[in-house]
């Protein structure tokens, strides 16, 4: 049952249910991964063209600020003249690896710490910049439903509407993240959890 005012399909129980996935699920990558972590580190320290990590804010849960962490795989110079929908990683700003880490989304692997932080959760709406968040809302109020939910690693969008290049992407995707927060059930985070898993396996973009 919902809860009065809350366009959320799963209730307090479901929720829960999720939250103890996200950090046992979360733990688990991290722990699996480390000498991956290890690993990517080294290589990007080594080419020593700036730092390992990429951190930028984002908004979240409740519309709450946090700072999102990646592999970093552009160059910091990218955005010098604003922000962008989607920063295009190829051979004039990245290298062979970084370009390498974006193409097979291991530049993601650090969100595994936000998941278990709570900032995010496998399975929920992308995470937004607040310059991008001010372009939209001046298209709906809506968006404002998307604070109900955690941002994810994965989603319907991201599976199905693919990159956010222009304004009209970036509508039709927050209508399928509130679609996702309508109906969402454990069992459809599981299925979008597997066919996420199956995207990278085979090496489709997405």
Excluded at 54 to 59: D, G, K, P
Excluded at 74 to 79: N, T
Excluded at 88 to 111: A, I, M, V, W, Y
Excluded at 132 to 159: C, N, V, W
Aim: hydrophobic share 40%; glycine share 6%; aromatic share 10%.
């Amino acid at each position: 049952m919902r809860e009065n005012g809350s366009h959320d399909a799963m209730g307090k129980l479901q929720r829960c249910f999720k939250r103890a996935f996200d950090i046992a699920a979360a733990l688990t990558g991290i722990i699996i991964c480390s000498p991956v972590f290890l690993v990517i580190s080294i290589l990007v320290t080594y080419q020593g063209n700036g730092p390992i990590f990429f951190r930028q804010i984002r908004i979240g849960y409740k519309g709450r600020p946090f700072a999102i962490f990646k592999f970093r795989t552009m160059s910091s110079v990218v955005e010098e003249e604003g922000p962008q929908l989607v920063a295009k990683c190829d051979s004039t700003n990245s290298t062979r690896l970084e370009r390498f880490l974006r193409g097979h989304h291991l530049d993601e692997l650090p969100q595994l710490w936000n998941v278990l932080r709570g900032d995010m959760s496998f399975v929920g709406p992308r995470p937004e910049r607040k310059f991008f968040i001010d372009k939209i809302m001046e298209h709906t109020d809506r968006y404002q439903l998307i604070y109900e939910m955690r941002p994810g690693l994965t989603s319907e969008a991201t599976l199905y509407n693919g990159y956010t290049d222009t304004m009209e992407k970036m509508l039709r995707r927050m209508e399928m993240d509130i679609h996702y927060l309508e109906h969402r059930t454990l069992w459809l985070d599981l299925t979008i959890i597997i066919k996420t898993v199956l995207n990278i396996v085979t090496g489709k973009k997405f």
